[in-house]
């Protein structure tokens, strides 16, 4: 059983930059891909960045170049950095744990999931 938890949302105004922590349990972290996802409201949820246990990386287009991911396996943590954040990136952020890469990057039968944390964007 793994759990994760996410920290760092808020309320950030237009173009500021946030970075989100996911703090996983377990002695296997560096063997799980992770994944960052955002639901806002009347939205479907929606995968917003992605790292396999290799360190490769997925992100949405939506995110290209203002959003990086990353993890630290000493720590068991994964960071999303936010940066030029616009209003609509104003979401509950999720993040999520799975042996299974595929799963991860479909955001389909994806084993652990946090509770959120809501992010933000104000003009």
């Known amino acids: 059983q793994v759990q994760v938890v996410e920290s760092g949302g808020g309320v950030v105004q237009a173009g500021g930059a946030l970075r989100l922590s996911c703090a996983a349990s377990?002695?296997?972290?560096?063997?799980?891909?992770m994944g960052w996802y955002r639901q806002a409201p009347g939205k479907e949820r929606e995968l917003v960045a992605a790292?396999?246990?290799?360190?490769?990386?997925n992100f949405a287009d939506s995110v290209k170049g203002r959003f990086a991911i990353s993890r630290d396996n000493a720590k068991n943590t994964v960071y999303l950095q936010m940066n030029s954040l616009k209003p609509e990136d104003t979401a509950v952020y999720y993040c999520?744990?799975?042996?299974?890469?595929?799963?991860?990057?479909?955001?389909?039968?994806?084993?652990?999931w946090g509770q959120g944390t809501q992010v933000t964007v104000s003009l």
């Open positions: 377990g002695r296997t972290f560096s063997s799980y891909a």
């Open positions: 790292i396999s246990s290799g360190g490769s990386t």
């Open positions: 999520a744990a799975d042996l299974n890469w595929g799963h991860i990057a479909t955001m389909e039968l994806v084993d652990y």
